[in-house]
């Protein structure tokens, strides 16, 4: 399979049920916390692992001893965590409120994050690089990255030119107005002339392409029963860097990215579990992938 590296983050989310919507000066009840693995970055990697890639983590946790959590349990999954830093101070945390349609909602309570952009990443040989993390300035990184394989990364609020990648895939409820009237006006202003696809999801709609030649791709979404939308949008991620670092062109990325979001929500948990990322690849290929050692 590919040698893909991932750039996000890696969390502990603390998980409460809902007994009903989250409505703005409501009284809600909700069941103690549930902790689990999180992270845009880890969920990704850990579904590309499951996938049978050989997936490097570049992320950064703390000095508390849930640093040697996350890492284990990242590690459990078959995600390299050698290129995972560590930063004086508390790891990732985040509290995700789960309402009974299975949508959830994220609040942020402590970020591991480092000052300087991971120069690490040059070294790390990939087929395939996805960019989940945010606050940095990756430009310089991923101007040389780029020249060396597809880049997927998330939209991010950035200077102009700041994120030289070849896709760039946003949730329609994360993006503004000024975005989603013309994805590729921002797009282009974003990753510059390196930029060939904005994709755009829409939970239970699919998702859709825009290319850089006028190309237009919708893919609709399976109807499923949605336990928890947590991670459907790095599932989505998971989906399209295993496409594109195999070489599938978006035609048949996006359908296939769109499954595995798809997929996702009819599970508890934030990333695609192993057997049902199998289940996936039998799908669309006929055949299993090759198991990792
Ligand atoms: N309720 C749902 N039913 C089916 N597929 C879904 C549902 N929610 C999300 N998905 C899948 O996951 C992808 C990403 O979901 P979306 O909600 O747009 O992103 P995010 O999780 O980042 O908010 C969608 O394009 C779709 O493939
Ligand atoms: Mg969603």
Redesign the pocket.
């Known amino acids: 399979m590919a040698r893909i590296v991932v750039l996000g983050s890696i969390a502990r989310d603390e998980v409460i049920h809902l007994d009903d919507r989250l409505l703005e000066g409501r009284h809600l009840q909700g069941a103690p916390p549930v902790p689990r693995l999180g992270g845009g970055g880890a969920n990704t990697a850990i579904a590309l692992a499951h996938a049978g890639h050989e997936v490097s983590l570049v992320a950064a946790v703390g000095t508390d001893p849930l640093a040697d959590e996350l890492l284990a349990e990242a590690s459990r999954h078959g995600v390299d965590i050698g290129p995972v830093t560590r930063i004086s101070g508390a790891s990732t945390r985040s509290l995700v409120l789960l309402d009974p349609s299975g949508e959830r909602t994220i609040v942020n309570l402590t970020r591991s994050r480092e000052a300087r952009p991971p120069q690490r990443l040059l070294s790390l040989d990939a087929d395939c690089v996805y960019v989940r993390s945010n606050g940095q300035d990756l430009s310089e990184l991923l101007r040389t990255k780029a020249k060396l394989c597809p880049i997927v990364a998330q939209f991010r609020p950035l200077r102009e030119g700041r994120l030289p990648v070849h896709v760039l895939v946003g949730?329609?409820?994360d993006l503004d107005e000024r975005i989603l009237a013309d994805p590729l006006a921002e797009g282009r202003r974003l990753a510059g002339d390196v930029l060939r696809w904005v994709v755009i999801?829409?939970?239970?709609e699919?998702?859709e392409a825009f290319g850089i030649e006028g190309q237009r791709l919708r893919a609709t979404?399976?109807d499923?029963d949605?336990v928890d939308?947590t991670g459907?949008?790095d599932?989505?991620a998971a989906g399209m860097a295993h496409a594109l670092a195999l070489r599938l062109d978006m035609a048949q990325a996006l359908p296939l990215a769109?499954r595995w979001?798809?997929a996702?929500?009819t599970r508890g948990g934030s990333f695609l579990d192993r057997d049902t990322v199998r289940d996936l690849i039998r799908e669309s290929t006929g055949r299993s992938s090759p198991s990792r050692p």
């Open positions: 949730s329609q409820k999801t829409h939970g239970a699919g998702a979404a399976p499923v949605a939308t459907a949008g599932a989505f769109v979001g798809a996702k929500v």
